[in-house]
């Protein structure tokens, strides 16, 4: 997994840039108000490093260890998994790993000390002897049992010495003392086994299953792998065919077994065939994954508005398409991901090229601005699939994942002109006629309904707002609430909040949001300047409270 590299002052950037070398992916984060110029910023240092710590991430923090140790210390008893924890001193002189021993913190601590010509603060003991983590195998092999390990590496550390038994090429490096008599044993290998006391057994993840959908495959896998005597552990994946791709009984089994789903085109046999290699598996090199499209939702602008859901799907996608500014918004991305920015209007042939990305295995994200389904690009990716025959555009896993629209964003900050029912509309005629707007807005005036206008006016249609405003002024007074949000939630920012008396068209662009109030909306001062306004929950008379 990708670390993070957190800050605290301007000073350690430069460091931080450096140890950005040895893992391209890793984000910088800065405290804000101190740090200018980092891939990301935090307001509090301790919730910041809590939450990357609590998903997992790797966290490489350049400040104090004992700062880092305190930070982290209530989270520290829950026993589990842990990502790897460093703590970095400003200038560079010094790497100290502090946690996630079996997350290969000793391994980054060499990685990121090479690249800053020091030495790293190595206190493992198995470690520092054997200059490898015995508990900690890599990419493609699995402990079967950490419990025993540990008494395994102590056992060796008292001196003892060891024979290998099966392939261990990343164990040639290491300094074990080795003894073909020896009474200690690293057994690898697939065959199901009781690990004995004094053997330390590593599983390679060297088989997979080709198989096809049915109830129960789960089970049935399990049982076909025990006849052959091959441990589960060693299983990497399941292989199906392209065209089960969109099974959810393939799903379901491969989630209880715990590994991944790849596919191709299989040719007729059983339902359940075992293949195995000598060593792991290079899934790469094993059909390909289910493609994955997300339609997303970046909210407004601002981070903090960007539901949790939508920051994990950008940072897991292959592929990011939109309009050059989302694409940007939504970014910084790492650089194995591919950014596809294309023009606004080109909406359905973007859509398209989505599908063909997805289709071929990869995780597309098409990104909007606020909510993918309200006048942006949920619907288009929606008809672009609807009206295609192609079955692996049917096979893609789509999801379509919300965000904060600039109405709501708008209205929020105003206080709640959106408060009872309201009328959404986009007033631009680019793919509908504009008698129908027309016929639209004198309907939601008449229904007294408070109203919302997106893409209020821009240099192509430069007439239309003043004519919508003729029409809203025929059923609503002078004295109406609007708020004019621009830029909400993004740099340079404004609300305004005014009548429909004193609203013209100059006073809005493209990037603002028009919010009109109903017949019940109304406004007050607020403290610090400025004004609320509401919409009250009821209407007509108000209720006894
Ligand atoms: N999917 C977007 C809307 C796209 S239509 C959403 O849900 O917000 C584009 C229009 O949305 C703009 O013309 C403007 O009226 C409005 N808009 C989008 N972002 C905005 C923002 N940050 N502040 C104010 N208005 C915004």
Not at 217 to 236: H, N, T, Y
Not at 371 to 381: R, T
Not at 430 to 456: G, H, M, T, V
Not at 516 to 527: D, E, W
Request: proline share 6%; aromatic share 4%.
């Amino acid at each position: 997994m990708t670390p993070a590299i957190v800050i605290l002052g301007q000073g350690s950037l430069a460091t931080a840039r450096s140890i950005q070398q040895v893992y391209p992916g890793a984000q910088i984060h800065g405290l804000a108000g101190r740090v200018e110029g980092a891939d990301q910023t935090y307001s509090e240092f301790g919730a910041t490093l809590r939450q990357l710590y609590q998903q997992g991430t790797p966290i490489i923090a350049l400040c104090a260890a004992g700062i880092v140790i305190r930070t982290l210390a209530a989270l520290l008893l829950e026993k589990g998994e842990e990502p790897a924890v460093l703590a970095v001193a400003e200038d560079g002189s010094a790497v100290v790993p502090l946690l996630g021993g079996l997350g290969g913190v000793n391994g980054m601590a060499r990685e990121i000390a090479a690249a800053l010509g020091v030495a790293a603060a190595i206190t493992t003991s198995g470690e520092l002897r054997f200059g490898t983590c015995l508990l900690n195998p890599p990419q493609g092999y699995q402990l079967a049992d950490l419990e025993l390990g540990k008494r395994f590496v102590s056992d060796l550390l008292a001196g003892e010495q060891v024979r290998i038994e099966g392939a261990a090429p990343w164990l040639e490096q290491a300094n074990l003392a080795q003894d073909q008599q020896a009474r200690l044993s690293i057994h690898v290998g697939s065959a199901e086994r009781v690990p004995a006391a004094n053997e330390l057994l590593i599983y390679p993840k060297n088989t997979w299953v080709a198989c096809r959908p049915g109830a129960e495959l789960a089970s049935r896998v399990r049982q076909a792998l025990q006849q052959d005597g091959i441990a589960v552990q060693s299983l990497a994946c399941l292989l199906a065919d392209d065209a089960d791709m969109a099974s959810g009984q393939l799903q379901e089994a491969a989630l209880e077994l715990g590994v991944p789903l790849r596919f191709t085109t299989l040719a007729a046999g059983p339902d359940i065939v075992i293949h195995g290699a000598a060593a792991p598996v290079d899934l790469a090199q094993l059909g390909r994954p289910r493609g994955r499209l997300a339609v997303i939702g970046l909210g407004p602008g601002a981070a903090e508005l960007m539901v949790p859901a939508v920051k994990a799907e950008l940072a897991r996608c292959t592929d990011v398409l939109g309009y050059e500014t989302y694409v940007r918004m939504a970014g910084p991305f790492r650089a194995d991901q591919v950014q596809h920015c294309t023009d606004n209007r080109e909406e359905m042939q973007r859509a398209r090229h989505a599908f063909e990305l997805a289709a071929q295995g990869r995780s597309v994200v098409v990104v909007s601005s606020g909510d993918p389904g309200v006048f942006a690009m949920a619907a288009a990716v929606l008809e672009a699939l609807h009206e295609s025959s192609d079955p692996a555009w049917q096979r893609v896993e789509l999801e379509i994942l919300p965000g904060v629209s600039a109405s709501l964003a708008t209205a929020a900050q105003a206080g709640a002109p959106l408060g009872h029912d309201f009328c959404v509309m986009s007033l631009s005629d680019n793919l509908k006629p504009w008698s129908i707007i027309e016929k639209r807005l004198d309907l939601a005036c008449q229904a007294d309904l408070a109203l919302a206008f997106y893409n209020p006016i821009s240099r192509s249609r430069p007439w239309q707002l003043g004519r919508a405003l003729e029409i809203v002024a025929q059923h609503r007074n002078a004295a109406t609430p609007v708020v004019l949000g621009r830029d909400i939630g993004r740099p340079g920012q404004t609300l305004r909040t005014l009548t429909l008396g004193q609203l013209t068209p100059d006073q809005v662009d493209m990037r603002t949001m028009v919010l009109i109030g109903s017949s019940t909306t109304c406004a007050f001062p607020r403290l610090g300047g400025g004004e609320w306004v509401y919409t009250p929950r009821w209407y007509g008379e108000k209720p006894l409270s």
